[in-house]
């Protein structure tokens, strides 16, 4: 994880787990994420890489309960793979690691627990707020590179920290008293655009210059890596949508602690 991730997370630890509790949960989680922006712009769905992570819930009824949760996972996407004839000859591709830590609200739909009175299945909603570390690169020419040194397209430089509001629907259910199963899909609508580094125009010769010819000539091939070069300067490179985002499906194993006294 990112330091700045790692601090976020015992933050919200420091402030959420220690309180006096009445039901707490702690899970693992498994599944595979996806990935929608420049490189990807139509299948929202679009599921090719595992995301593993853990979970500490806290449950304030049967209907509300906040958790603090960590993925680490990772998407790409390889435009040489697309259907899309426009997307083979621009050539593009990246992936990247992700890792995530966030807050989390969910809201169940029935009234949810292992009481003989309560249901032990129900759908729920969550939504919250996450922070997300990421870092693109590429396969070129047989080495990977990693693209935030190379600033493809002349920028300045941008942050390999988003933050992003995540929303998304689950069913869950209650077995063996103590033991919960969930599975769930959740989008990440990031503050960024370079997940894949890839955001708006070719950059011209002179902006993608560097302090020795080599770098400035590797900055260039990997601005352009159509086969006929067709990265005309000022010209569309991204799709000119302002954000990238990413979805995570998955399953959560989780067990239920019920304690007067659970100090963390």
């Known amino acids: ?5 790692k601090v976020f997370i015992l933050l919200i ?6 309180s006096y509790a009445q039901t707490w949960e702690v899970g693992v989680t498994a599944g595979a994420m996806g990935y929608m922006g420049d490189l990807n712009q139509n299948n929202a769905l679009k599921l ?3 995301a593993f992570g853990f979970s500490v819930k806290r449950n304030f009824d049967s209907y509300w309960s906040l958790k603090l949760s ?4 990772k998407i790409s996407a390889d435009e040489s793979k697309s259907k899309y004839q426009q997307e083979i000859d621009r050539n593009l591709s990246f992936f990247s690691p992700i890792t995530e830590g966030g807050l989390i609200v969910e809201f169940n739909f029935f009234d ?3 009481d003989y009175s309560q ?7 969550f939504t919250g707020v996450t922070l997300t570390g990421f870092n693109p690169k590429t396969d070129f020419g047989g080495r990977i590179y990693e693209l935030k040194n190379y600033l493809t397209e002349g920028q300045t430089d941008y942050k390999t920290l988003a933050y992003s509001i995540p929303f998304g629907a689950g069913v869950k259910y209650n077995f063996g008293r103590y033991f919960n199963i969930s599975g769930e899909i959740g989008y990440r609508n990031t503050n960024t655009d370079y997940l894949d580094d890839v955001s708006g125009v070719y950059a011209s010769a002179v902006s993608l210059q560097d302090n020795t010819p080599e770098k400035t000539a590797l900055r260039l091939a990997l601005a352009d890596r159509s086969a006929n070069n ?3 300067p000022g010209t569309q490179r991204g799709d000119f949508r302002k954000k990238d985002s990413y979805v995570f499906v998955g399953i959560t194993l989780s067990y239920t602690f019920v304690s007067q006294n659970c100090y963390f």
Do not use: D, E, H, S
């Open 112 to 114: 949810y627990g292992f």
């Open 48 to 50: 090719n890489q595992a």
């Open 13 to 18: 630890l420091g402030t959420t787990l220690n």
């Open 70 to 73: 960590a993925l680490q996972g």
């Open 1 to 5: 994880m990112t330091q700045k991730i």
């Open 230 to 232: 067709i990265g005309v």
């Open 119 to 125: 249901k032990r299945f129900t759908p729920y909603l």
